[in-house]
C-alpha cells in the first residue's frame, strides 16, 4: 500500500499535481506545462523530458504514461477532470446510471473492457484510482511491458475520444461490471 501511495505521489507530482482530499488538482503554475506537453509533436515522444529519471512514453494531456527508470515501473495516469474525459463520462452516466466516472469506477469500467480485449494488459496491471485521477503501473519495464503500456494508453485514448466505441461496450457489458 505504502509502494502504491508513493507511486500516485510520483505519478502526480510528475504531472504537476497536488493531491488534496478530493484528488489531484492541476496546479496554474503547471497548466500550461501540460498543455505545452500534450502537442501533437509530443504525443508518443519517448524522450527524457527533463532528467528526472523518467521518460515519457505518451501524454495527450488528459492521459500521461511515463517510465520511471529507477524505480523500475510504468505509471499511467488518466486525469479525470479534463473537458475530454468529463464529456464522456457524462455520456457513459446517461447511457447507465451506475457509471459516474470517478476514478473507481474507471477502474472498474477498464478492467471489464480489458478482460473482452487486452487480457494480456490487465494480467501486468495494478491499479491505484481516486476519486480525480485513475492511476495503473506495470511493475515490468522491458520492451513488451512498454508494448503493453503504449497498447494500454492508445486503448484509453480511443476510449476517451470514440464515444461510439465506449457507449455501445457499456450498453453490451454494462450489467457485468462490478461499479463502486
Known sequence: MVRKNYRMLVAAMTLGLSVCGCGPVVTESRQASIENMSSEENINRGENMNNDGFTTIMNTGYLNIVFYEEEEY????????????IEIGEQMQKKNPNAYMHGYN????????????APEILAVLDTDPEAGMYAAYINETDDHAKELAEKFGKIMQTLVEDKEVTLEFLEQYGDEIEWD
Open 106 to 117: 474507471w477502474e472498474a469500467f477498464l478492467n471489464k473492457y480489458l478482460e473482452y480485449n
Open 74 to 85: 510504468i505509471s499511467i495516469a488518466l486525469l479525470l477532470e479534463r473537458d475530454e474525459v
